[in-house]
């Protein structure tokens, strides 16, 4: 069978499984919509979490980013799993016993307030729809590879099986749709992982296959020697960038991941206290498995690529190559190319791949009309070429979506992946539109406008938010700023400098209040989201070391914006009347597990 | 009753500390500001320079083992405080 027949079978197969679950699972009230009913056991949860979590970026993206920028990947591997130990210790199991179906309620709460309320659920919508939009695109960029369709009719596919399900089970039936979905993507990501584990090291466990056999026989090693010829910096040393940055931005997000909406928000789920903690270590231990095993995928897949690509000729193929003399191009740069994820510029005229460090034109790809073809076969571009000695573009998305093709795997296994990516971006997706959802009816609606909405009226309102939410997600998600991964790197610097310091302090400080919460989120969405827009969209052309704030570009800004939200948030604090005793009582209370189920009571 | 609490939860500041001290030198302090250093050492058997190793695997592995840390000890101190939930 091809890999088209394979795909399709395997997409037709999961999306009807989770179609399947969300009819079950359907929810008939507001706490089965916002939360599951509080009902899920802690393991469920845990898995629920991972996928929730694991977004088109860690799936499809991440392994790539890795490949090529080697140990300055590490940033998002260290990043968006410390977070969870934030999450954990001191974010989880407080507001599980605060008990209520939202991060605006516990603010709103908390600080008495309705403007610090509004601030979060201004911030919540924010950061979801900065990191939806990347996952809208995952879906787009997989059928598009897979199923042949334009990466905008992948979009639409992806928006109509996400709405389907959220809108009928809300959190209930994104929740066990999750677990299904984890089980699928983890699958989907491992096997090809120890596949190729077992042909480069003969272990069948890619954690230690990448690095197995010492300084000179094991593929790392190996790799780094290909980088020192072809040119690279070598993989596992740290090529530009400075210490600071690099800090700065694996501490953004850690605590990024740990103030996200849609992360914390699963911690309401679970019966206790106690179920919070066990969840979120459940969660992390699903997490590592695929944190782990990316990598080994990426020194892996970076290897094959080099070791394939270079000095290939472009018009030889395969099949109908009779000279060895002559290195073949193999296949599926050809059906990439065609998709416009691979190009090529033939600088030095000999016809063959260079492939070295720097870009080998300016900007993305972008092909001359009417299909013309140049005198290898190859598809012409009418960017302007470099100077550089590089010819080739590997777009870094592609990196685990081809890694079974580059390596030659199965066909079974190429489609298992799409499936895995599918179920990856999907999951993510459905718990950020949910927020969104949530923000809109409970937040805004039943807390804030209309106070009087009935338990229907409410229940109504999430679902027409959620059909609103995922066009303007799609929209985004075919017209979006950037890689995917990078899109989402955004949202956690949002989240870092919004979400986080607030809800630190409005748990651990009895102080706290309403003055100096809302002083300190200001601060720091308008601190990061400025440096974000100045560098991002208003000056790209000053993106560069030398002009950053303190040494530290965008993608490591939000450490900053959280660092002045909490000297902002205590300064102005330290000028205003502490919070009422009830308050004050409150936050004792939610300290201790005791009690969890009364004030879990709406 | 408001005494035994605050035990409780000075016990809780001080197992939060420690657990995000073992945090920030296993991420933050092994895999980023001393990950030069720590690149002199190569894993035995492997072709893993130690600083790498921490960034990409060893860091992941300790968070794990600080969260599951976390579950166990805090039970214990719920337990002592008699602040525990009830079964229901």
Known sequence: MTVQVWTTLFVVLTFGLYTAIAWWTRASSTRE???????????????????????????????????????????????????????????????RKFGKFTVPDFVGDRYESNTVRFLAVVCALFVSFTYVAGQMRGVGVVFGRFLEVPVETGVLVGMAIVLFYAVLGGMKGITY????????????????????SLRFSGLPIPQLGFGWGGEEASVLAKLEGLDRELGFTPYTEQGGGNVLNLFAITLALMVGTAGLPHVIVRFFTVPKVRDA????????????????????????????LMESVRDASWSVSAETNDDPSIKPLPEWVRSWEDIGLIAWVDKDGDGAVDYAPGAAFVGKPSFAPDETRGD????????????????????????????????????????????????????????????????????????GLLPNISEKGELRAARIAIVGAVVVA???????????????????????????????????????????????????????????????????????????????????????????????????GACFPAPSASTQDMVRAIRVPKGAGAAASH | MQQQHARYWRRVLRLTGVLLGVWFVAGLGAGVLFKEQLDA????????????????QGSILVFVLIIWAYARKMRALDRDAGVEEDDQ
């Open chain 1, 376 to 447: 290898h076969g190859e598809r012409v571009l009418v960017n302007e070429p470099t100077e550089a000695k590089n010819e080739l573009y590997v777009d870094r998305d592609i990196m685990v979506l081809a890694n079974p093709e580059i390596s030659g795997l199965p066909n079974w296994v190429v489609a298992l992946v799409a499936a895995g990516g599918l179920a990856a971006a999907l999951s993510t997706a459905a718990g950020l539109l949910l927020v969104v959802s949530t923000s809109i009816s409970h937040d805004l609606l039943k807390r």
């Open chain 1, 177 to 196: 749709t999750q677990v299904a979905q984890y089980c699928v993507l983890i699958f989907a990501f491992m096997v090809p992982a120890i596949f190729l």
């Open chain 1, 277 to 304: 903690r066990t969840s979120a270590l459940w969660a992390l231990l699903f997490i590592a498995l695929l944190y782990t095993t990316a990598p080994a995928i990426a020194v892996f897949a970076r290897y094959n």
């Open chain 1, 474 to 572: 799609g929209w985004l998600g075919i017209d979006p700023p950037g890689f995917v991964a990078e899109v989402v790197a955004f949202a956690f610097g949002l989240a870092a400098s919004t979400f986080f310091p607030v809800i630190v302090l409005g748990i651990f400080s009895t102080r706290m209040n309403k003055q100096g919460a809302a002083a300190g989120m200001i601060t720091g969405l308008l601190f990061t989201a400025s440096a974000i827009v100045w560098f991002r969209f208003l000056h790209p052309e000053l993106d560069t070391a030398k002009h950053w704030w303190f040494g530290i570009g965008p993608k490591g800004i939000g450490s900053v914006g959280m660092l002045l939200n909490f000297v902002v948030s205590v300064a102005v």
């Open chain 2, 41 to 56: 050492i190569t894993i035995p058997g492997t072709g893993f320079p130690l600083g790498f190793w921490m960034a990409q």
């Open chain 1, 33 to 95: 919509f916002y939360v599951a009913g509080k009902g899920v056991s802690p393991l469920a949860n845990g898995m629920a979490t991972a996928a929730d979590w694991m977004s088109a970026a860690s799936f499809i993206s991440m392994a790539g980013i890795i490949a090529f920028a080697g140990y300055g990947g590490s940033v998002y591997l260290m990043g968006w799993t410390g977070g969870y130990v934030l999450l954990a210790v001191l974010l989880a199991p407080f507001l």
